[in-house]
């Protein structure tokens, strides 16, 4: 079981990975609206990449929340955040974008983290919370979406960080929403809480890196999705909802984490292809702007 669970994990790291590159294309040929634009999702719904990488996104959804069921929350995020190493390797193969020896180097580094979370990880059930536990979860989501729509009215940099950041605690609560829900029948689901958090979280951070990544700094809006992602799922599921390793492997479980986390972060260009690759040198790779 615990093995299927890590394959559902990296099984999700690649249908994001895949789906980031659809995704990312779509945003930039779409025109730009003012501030974070709801409408922005119904003008890319229009968009056949984006309406592939959608269905990609929720088959990696699916099979991130399958992987919940028994692996630690700093697993399972852990290998999602590889999803820019599965994006890199897609790039080379694809757009013939050339990697240099230290990304090459950070892609080997995610995949060696991810086997060393895999060697530590310990089995896990469901985490059993109160109610209250998940109505904050849920008021929490709610100040992230204030959060990132205040975020929308920045400029240059400081708007691509806090719409990452807005996006990546969405996308973190997501994975903690679905890490506490108890049963998946249909008629519990429709009265827990947490289900309306994963729901609200996935939205919310939806529409903030899509927003991010058509207007403003790819690896600023990337890299703190990815630490937003990655760290606060972590610490929730160790500090509040009881996620261990194996016996003896804690030290290992931090290395691999360390690693993955750090290899993804290099990878940050990655998070987004240039809208028109046919006019961008291969040499340079995924090129941002700053707006």
């Known amino acids: 079981m615990l093995v299927l669970s890590l394959l559902g994990a990296i099984a999700a790291a690649v249908c994001f990975g895949v789906a980031s590159v659809m995704q990312a294309v779509a ?10 634009d709801p409408r922005l999702l119904v003008r890319l719904l229009r968009r056949v990449p984006f309406v592939l990488g959608t269905g990609l996104d929720i088959l990696g ?40 020896g230290s990304e090459w180097a950070a892609v080997a580094a995610v995949c060696a983290g991810l086997a060393m979370l895999g060697l530590s990880a310990g089995h896990e059930n469901p985490a059993a919370v109160s109610l209250r536990f998940k109505l904050v979860l849920l008021g929490c989501v709610v100040v992230v979406g204030v959060g990132g729509a205040v975020a929308g009215r920045l ?3 400081a708007r691509s960080a806090v719409l990452g950041l807005a996006a990546g605690l969405g996308f973190g ?29 996935g939205l919310v951070a939806f529409l903030f890196f899509t927003t991010a990544l058509q207007r403003g700094s790819v690896t600023v809006t990337t890299g703190t999705v990815v630490v ?8 929730v599921g160790v500090l509040l909802l009881g996620d261990r390793t194996r016996h003896g492997y ?3 479980a931090a290395a691999g984490f360390a690693l993955a986390v750090a290899g993804a972060l290099i990878l940050a260009r990655f998070g987004e292809p240039p809208a028109e690759p046919a006019e961008t040198p291969a040499s340079r790779g995924y090129a941002g702007r700053d707006s």
């Open 27 to 36: 945003a930039r040929t779409t025109p730009v609206g003012a501030g974070v």
């Open 61 to 100: 959804f699916f099979a991130e929340l399958a992987a919940l069921r028994s692996l630690p929350l700093f697993v399972v995020q852990a290998a999602v955040a590889a999803n820019l190493a599965v994006t890199a390797v897609v790039a080379v193969r694809v757009l013939h974008v050339r990697l240099s």
């Open 155 to 157: 400029r240059g940099r």
């Open 173 to 201: 609560f997501v994975a903690i929403g679905s890490r506490v829900v108890r049963s998946l029948a249909p008629w519990d689901l429709l009265r827990d809480p947490a289900m309306y958090v994963v729901a609200a979280g």
């Open 228 to 235: 937003a992602e990655t760290l606060v799922p972590a610490l």
């Open 250 to 252: 804690v030290g290992l």
